[in-house]
């Protein structure tokens, strides 16, 4: 067993890393910015909208399964994950190009299209990249060590995302728009996509000594839900980060029409990815000290605790809110680490009772689960105001405001108490996973 305790050397984890930058930097506009996008200044309709954003990731319940399984059976001369992530990187920044680019006239068809391919190009990335992060070690605390790595690169990226259209409002006094933001933020990901790449591609090997899956899909998807841990693991995670997403989408309408200043949501948002930033070795040193879930615990009592406080916020409270993001973003760094972690010590679990090694489904039912989240998030939360009498397009009452305070504030407190009902006693702690181990080792 010492092979698996040996630490990763850092320029591995720095190449391997480095691909989650461009990812990140695009995908936070999608979740934060996009919604406003094409209803603040596009014209389409909130409810339109939250449909088209919720319904277009049910073609991933079909989609992520089979790339999971089949980056399982991959072999090819450069390793069974890489030759999936080569075959994203165009289609990625295409649809980046069309979706943070459209032309005038734009209808929901072409949202709905260009969603669809985005999502399409980030499962056959995302699956097998984050995998083969599941791979490259066996210890219990080094795999926190390299989604700590992974995440950091991730958040590095998204804050450079927000920090440029906030530079460029503060300093020309163009770049807070929602519009702005996409258009800054599209040509940097257009650029630094392949050259982040890359170096995982060329300087980061696969590992060879795997167990190649052999069993059908539904046979092994049955074997992986027979898996007590990994079931409670999921829905604690997703109900986690449901809470999150139940926010994320109303964000920006939050800042244009409760803080009162449209051109303050990137230097607002850069609040939460500083304190994701800070928080990320904070947590993976405490994981490394105690047990995973208990670390985890801690971080969604923090923010759980956080954000009922933007209730009171109003008119001209742009720092208070960025200030309750900073303290939200120290346990959101948790949960964009720890969670991942403990789903590479399932997945030997696994191992040991299917006695393949399927990294690639297990996180395919993740990619799928946290896809969905997305998607009932948005779909979920627009309507809602819609239905309650917002409209993110003229100047609401007092009783729309509040609800959407209220929406945005209280919601996510019930699904972080839902998730940490669950956290509370989960079963592969560092003892546990060292019998694991021992066990496959022995086999």
């Known amino acids: 067993m010492a092979e698996a305790q040996t630490k990763l050397p850092r320029g591995k984890l720095f190449s391997y890393s480095a ?31 939250g449909a088209i954003l919720m ?16 980056t399982d059976r991959t072999r090819s001369p450069i390793g069974r994950r890489k030759p999936w992530i ?34 399409f190009g980030w499962t056959l990335f995302n699956i097998p990249y984050f995998a083969w992060g599941a791979e490259l070690s066996s210890s219990y605390t080094e795999r926190t060590r390299v989604t700590g790595w992974r995440t950091t690169a991730g958040l590095l990226g998204t804050l450079i995302a927000i920090a440029i259209p906030a530079a460029s409002q503060e300093l020309f006094g163009w770049g807070g ?11 940097g ?30 046979a092994g998807l ?24 139940l926010s994320a989408p109303l964000f920006v309408i939050f800042i244009s ?65 960025a200030f309750f993001l900073f303290v939200v973003g120290i346990g959101g760094g948790n949960m964009a680490v720890v969670p991942t972690s403990m789903k590479a010590d399932v997945i030997d679990l696994d191992a040991l009772e299917s006695g393949e090694d399927r990294a690639g489904l297990f996180f395919a039912a993740w990619s799928t689960a946290t896809k969905m989240v997305g998607a009932l998030g948005v779909g979920i939360s627009l309507p809602a105001l819609a239905y309650l009498g917002f409209d993110p397009t003229i100047v609401n009452e007092s009783e729309q405001l509040f609800s959407l305070r209220a929406w945005f504030a209280l919601v996510p407190v019930l ?20 019998e694991i181990r021992a066990q496959l080792a022995g086999r």
């Open 415 to 434: 699904f972080y108490l839902a998730s940490a009902a669950l956290i509370i006693g989960y079963p592969i702690t560092r003892a546990r996973h060292t």
């Open 55 to 70: 319904l277009s990731r049910f073609w991933d319940v079909v989609t992520d399964p089979l790339i999971g399984y089949f």
């Open 177 to 187: 728009r929602s519009g702005e933001m996409i258009y800054m933020i599209g040509i």
């Open 222 to 245: 049955k074997i992986m839900w027979s898996n007590g841990p990994f079931r409670r693991l999921l829905f604690a995670f997703v109900l986690s980060s449901l809470a999150v997403a």
């Open 86 to 119: 080569i075959a994203s990187v165009p289609i990625v920044m295409v649809s980046i190009y069309y979706l943070f680019f459209p032309p005038e006239g734009v209808d929901e068809t072409y949202l709905l299209i260009w969603i669809m391919v985005l999502w």
């Open 19 to 49: 691909a989650e930058f461009p990812m990140s930097m695009a995908s936070t506009p999608v979740s934060l910015f996009i919604p406003a996008f094409y209803t603040q200044d596009l014209g389409l309709g909130m409810a339109a909208v």
């Open 257 to 321: 029409h409760v803080i009162e200043d449209p051109t303050a949501a990137p230097r607002v948002v850069l609040g939460y990815y500083a304190g994701n930033l800070l928080g990320i070795p904070f947590w993976v040193w405490l994981a490394q000290k105690t047990d995973k879930h208990i670390t985890w615990l801690c971080s969604i009592s923090l923010m759980g605790l956080m954000f009922p406080q933007f209730l009171w916020l109003g008119a001209g409270d742009a720092w208070l809110a």
């Open 189 to 218: 990901v257009l650029l630094l996509t392949p050259l982040m790449v890359v170096p995982a591609l060329v300087a980061v090997p696969e590992r060879k000594d795997f167990v190649p899956a052999q069993m059908n899909i539904i």
